[in-house]
């Protein structure tokens, strides 16, 4: 799989410079480019048929792999005191006393704004260090799941979370793309809930 672009929302303070953070970073882009599909092929082939791949296998491919790195654990609880429970990421992994999350996208785009909020009240409360919302592009959503949050609808709003006021941490979005389509791949099978048939 390939990693087609990343906006960065917030990076204020000095996490972006440590050496923490160029190991995360590259624990996630070396783990979205071993993603495969057919397994032993080097590449990430789709299903060519418009929304007709289901996204959680997908994701379970990419928590699978990062879980294989030291320190990863999948489905953290972030403890944040909020009026409600903000849920679980999908991986974090320990720096110092705080937590660097990762979120894969797989409902809608309003599934992708919670995500985003998610981490960056994690920010303002200083439970996490940072965080990354992963997310199709547009190019790879025509394949997927029809009207699951990519990163091309989630831009216009990139403004919103660029301007709080966060005095320390780093949030980004980041975008990836399958390497090709053919007949031939079998579909990732989807859900049975709201439009993952569709």
């Given amino acids: ?9 917030i990076d204020k303070g000095t996490f972006s410079q440590s050496a923490e953070w160029n190991r995360i970073r ?7 480019k071993a993603m495969e599909s057919p397994p032993g092929s080097g590449k990430f082939i789709l ?24 320190g990863w654990k999948p489905e953290i609880l972030l403890e944040i005191p909020a009026r409600m429970e903000p849920g679980a ?11 660097f999350a990762v ?3 797989t409902g809608n785009i309003s599934s992708s704004h919670r995500a985003v909020n998610k981490m960056a ?13 992963i997310l199709p592009s547009r190019k790879m959503y025509y394949y997927l799941t029809d ?3 990519n990163f091309e609808e989630l831009a216009p709003y990139f403004d919103v979370w660029k301007n709080l006021s966060v005095k320390d941490g ?29």
């Fill in 89 to 99: 990421v999908d991986a974090a992994i320990k720096v110092g006393d705080k937590l």
């Fill in 26 to 32: 590259n624990d996630i882009e070396s783990t979205i």
């Fill in 170 to 198: 780093l949030l980004a979005v980041m975008a990836v793309e399958h390497d090709g389509v053919s007949k031939q791949v079998q579909k990732f099978a989807k859900g049975t809930d709201g439009r993952a048939l569709r």
């Fill in 147 to 149: 009207r699951i949050g």
């Fill in 103 to 105: 979120e894969w996208e």
């Fill in 47 to 70: 299903s060519d048929q418009q929304h007709g791949n289901g996204v959680v296998p997908i994701k379970q491919m990419f928590i699978g792999l990062l879980k294989r790195k030291p």
């Fill in 121 to 133: 009240l994690g920010l303002l409360k200083g439970v996490l260090v940072g965080g990354m919302l």
């Fill in 1 to 9: 799989m390939k990693l087609e672009k990343t906006e960065v929302l």
